[in-house]
């Protein structure tokens, strides 16, 4: 039942702070790296922004499509429904280590998976440690809401 982990569960500012913190520091460090590898070995610098610019409102159609609804759909998806299934026959250490893997694999990067399973681990942990998917969603959306914000900073879109 995933009605139990919609709840805000022992909510507690401090963990609420450092979720945040963690997520922004985390995405700007992938971000960079990945950047840098992508220019180093593929000779290539990729800008979520350009995708989007065909739209009237880009900034607002990108936020919406690479941070909000993965972070809901994802998080509902992988820290709910597949964890509470998979809770049923396995013991929520591997459930977490299940999950994780199945996220990481499911964005189809090899080079990805260096980034996403510890960042998959580490939602479940939070999904597993409070009993609530808000946590892994306030993370999964800062992550990549850093991520966008740095993107549209590099193509002077942001200040």
């Known amino acids: 039942m995933i ?3 919609l709840r805000f569960n022992n909510f507690n500012w401090y963990i609420l702070s450092g979720v945040i913190l963690i ?12 950047r840098e590898l992508n220019v180093t070995f593929f000779h290539t610098d990729i800008s979520y922004y350009q995708a989007y610019r065909l739209y009237n409102y880009p900034t607002l159609v990108m936020v919406y499509s690479i941070a909000l609804m993965p972070a809901l759909f994802e998080e509902l ?9 998979c809770s049923n026959f396995l013991n929520e250490r591997l459930v977490v280590a299940l999950t994780a893997f199945l ?3 499911m964005h189809l990067n090899l080079m990805s998976l260096i980034w996403l399973i510890p960042f998959a681990f580490f939602i479940g942990n939070l999904r597993r440690k409070y009993n609530t998917l808000w946590y892994g969603v306030i993370f999964h959306f800062v ?8 993107d549209l900073y590099r193509q002077g879109e942001l200040f």
């Open 103 to 105: 996220f990481a694999i």
């Open 77 to 85: 998806t992988f820290r709910g429904v597949m964890y509470n299934y």
């Open 143 to 150: 992550f990549n809401l850093t991520a966008c914000m740095f």
């Open 3 to 5: 009605k139990p982990i």
């Open 23 to 34: 997520a922004a520091v985390g995405s700007l460090l992938v971000t960079i790296s990945v």
